[in-house]
């Protein structure tokens, strides 16, 4: 079993920057898939970026790209989501979720592929 914290979440203005890191604790980091997800209220739970355990592939979301970039540090267990150029529209609560391997993009943006998640933090974007 892992379990997933994060933090790092909170108020910035448009424009602005955040860093989103998530702890796993239990099993062997390293070999996981790591992902962020966001859900807005009233809206369905949507892709942001994961990453594979080899660091050299990563996937974003088209509304994140060149924006948002996704890491992590297998010696800390930890998977990083640096956030820049922030806009109201990123206001959510942001998720960091565990996959067991890696699949097609289709696959990996779809919340159901994805085995294990934290309990969010909120990131709020002010106009």
């Known amino acids: 079993q892992v379990q997933l914290v994060e933090s790092g979440g909170g108020l910035v203005q448009a424009g602005g920057s955040l860093r989103l890191s998530c702890a796993a604790s239990?099993?062997?980091?390293?070999?996981?898939?790591m992902g962020w997800f966001r859900q807005a209220p009233g809206k369905e739970r949507e892709f942001v970026a994961a990453?594979?355990?080899?660091?050299?592939?990563?996937l974003y979301a088209d509304s994140v790209k060149g924006r948002f970039t996704i890491s992590r540090d297998n010696a800390k267990n930890t998977v990083y989501l640096q956030m820049n150029s922030l806009k109201p529209d990123d206001t959510a609560v942001y998720y960091c979720a565990l996959a067991g391997s890696w699949g097609i993009p289709a696959e990996m943006v779809v919340p159901d592929r994805w085995s294990s998640w934290g309990q969010g933090t909120q990131v709020t974007v002010s106009s």
């Open positions: 990453i594979r355990y080899s660091v050299s592939s990563t």
């Open positions: 239990g099993r062997t980091f390293s070999l996981y898939a």
